[in-house]
């Protein structure tokens, strides 16, 4: 086959499986009324995706903050400009960092697990046997974890962007000597509401897609053990390609 | 019955709606399957009870909650009738006592009968077993053999076994089916099926190695393959 071809091909590929995770995502909302009426099970995934990563995303976010207050104040201070550190790390998270870095911990962490999740019920005939129950699955088992991704993601940015601002503020004012009040003053300067809408749009469009990818793999991996595999490494290469993607276009659509 | 891969556990598939045939009606209970809209197949689908062939019990919850289970989503009783409920039908397979275990922790027939229990639990006019003995020792192959007679007895219910355990499917069935290639080709009571006039009945009945179902899967001439001519 020619390079050309190939190419042709592999795009049909991805468009039919764009258009079946639509399908799939339509699918899904139909059930979420049904799925909103048993909160139980919608906080018991919360629990699973979202508290369960907050230890990764609050170490990760400390680190992250930390080094953007050093390369900050290491930019900032050739320009005598060490003042305005809290405002520019508090943009670059709350705009950028913190939805995009969440999002990616977040298919890591809490995406493969629901991609293999789904996709051993499905390998081992539970899917099929809820199916025979007249139990929906997607009501019961996909709806509840999608729906707890699109909650999960904005709350642990959130969690991201206090801790990254923490990880900053020890960095920049308690070791390298930025005043203390310029830091806060200066973020509350200069970071407007817009800023942070920019951010919880951003991470509730992130959720939603790590959510519909994990589930749309998951519900169909081929029913082996090489299929569940596949599907867990594709659920953290598409999501990470579809959010710096979506980050690219929704930042471009904004400014 | 049949042998192994002539359409046996696709019609079941297809009694229960989960396939859709490409040609003929499937009808159950007076209803085309097919033709079903969602709502309605859950609701026959109600009316019916499955067992997989590995069980197929949910690995995130307790013996309990898995009989439980489609009580809990398909209807809304109280707890303490629900409780009534599933150990009753835990008894009735003998394994009340093994209420608080998890899936993990069952043998493969242990396993088999919370899947029979799990599949009795809503009362179902018709009860479907796919492979119910595949891989079971001789001891839980007899339990499970006697439950599918008792529990369809008990409940007056219909089953519908499929299987390729010859022998004993013959001592609780009333009436057989013998598939091949996607076709009945003998039906009748046990018995007469092992006095059947056709070969492949016969062979099938007796387990004979080679017979109208040949040994050997279709393959190019050996000879000729072996000295190595060129396809």
């Known amino acids: 086959m020619t390079l050309p071809l190939q190419l042709w091909e592999g795009l049909l590929h991805s468009l039919r499986k764009l258009g079946a995770a639509i399908l799939f995502l339509i699918e899904i909302l139909k059930q979420c009324p049904a799925a909103l009426a048993r909160p139980r099970l919608i906080s018991q995934q919360v629990r699973n995706s979202g508290v369960l990563s907050l230890i990764i995303i609050m170490t990760s976010a400390f680190f992250v903050g930390m080094v953007i207050g050093l390369q900050g104040y290491d930019s900032l201070s050739r320009l005598r400009q060490e003042d305005i550190l809290g405002a520019g790390v508090a943009l670059t998270l709350f705009k950028e960092l913190g939805p995009v870095v969440t999002a990616l911990l977040f298919a890591g962490r809490a995406g493969t697990s629901l991609a293999s999740e789904i996709g051993l019920m499905r390998a081992t005939d539970q899917l099929a046997a809820m199916e025979v129950m007249a139990i929906d699955p997607i009501r019961r088992i996909v709806a509840p974890r999608f729906i707890g991704a699109v909650i999960s993601v904005p709350l642990l940015t959130a969690v991201f962007n206090a801790v990254g601002v923490l990880g900053a503020w020890f960095i920049g004012v308690q070791i390298m000597g930025v005043d203390n009040g310029a830091f806060w003053s200066q973020m509350q300067e200069y970071v407007d509401p817009p800023d942070i809408y920019e951010g919880v749009l951003k991470s509730f469009v992130f959720g939603t897609t790590a959510g519909l990818v994990a589930v749309f793999e998951g519900y169909n991996a081929p029913p082996t053990a090489e299929g569940v595999g596949m599907a867990t490494t594709r659920t953290v290469v598409t999501t990470s390609i579809l959010v710096l993607i979506l980050d690219y276009t929704i930042t471009a659509y904004l400014l | ?231």
Do not use: W
């Open chain 2, 1 to 231: 019955m049949g042998p192994s891969g002539t359409g046996k556990t696709t019609l079941l598939r297809m009694i229960t709606g989960q396939l859709r045939p490409e040609a003929g009606t499937v009808r159950v209970a007076g209803l085309e399957v097919a033709s079903l809209s969602r709502n309605e197949l859950f609701d026959l689908r109600r009316r019916m009870g499955m067992l997989f062939q590995n069980s197929a019990l949910l690995t995130d919850f307790n013996v309990f909650e898995n009989v439980a289970f489609p009580v809990r989503e398909n209807t809304r009783l109280p707890e303490a009738l629900i409780r009534q409920l599933v150990l009753t039908k835990l008894n009735s397979v003998g394994l009340r006592g093994a209420a608080g275990l998890m899936p993990a922790e069952l043998s493969g027939g242990m396993g088999r009968r919370v899947a029979m229990a799990r599949a009795m639990v809503l009362d179902p006019e018709l009860l479907l077993y796919d492979e119910p003995f595949s891989g079971l020792d001789p001891i839980s192959l007899g339990v499970v053999l006697r439950l599918i007679r008792l529990n369809n007895d008990a409940l007056g219910l219909t089953s519908i076994v499929v299987s390729h355990d010859v022998a004993e499917i013959s001592h609780i069935a009333d009436h057989c089916f013998v598939i091949s290639e996607g076709r009945v080709i003998a039906s009748g009571a046990p018995r007469e099926l092992a006095e059947s006039s056709s070969e492949l009945v016969r062979q099938f009945m007796t387990g004979a190695a080679d017979g109208p179902v040949p040994f050997h899967y279709p393959a190019p001439d050996y000879a000729e393959q072996l000295l190595g001519k060129p396809q």
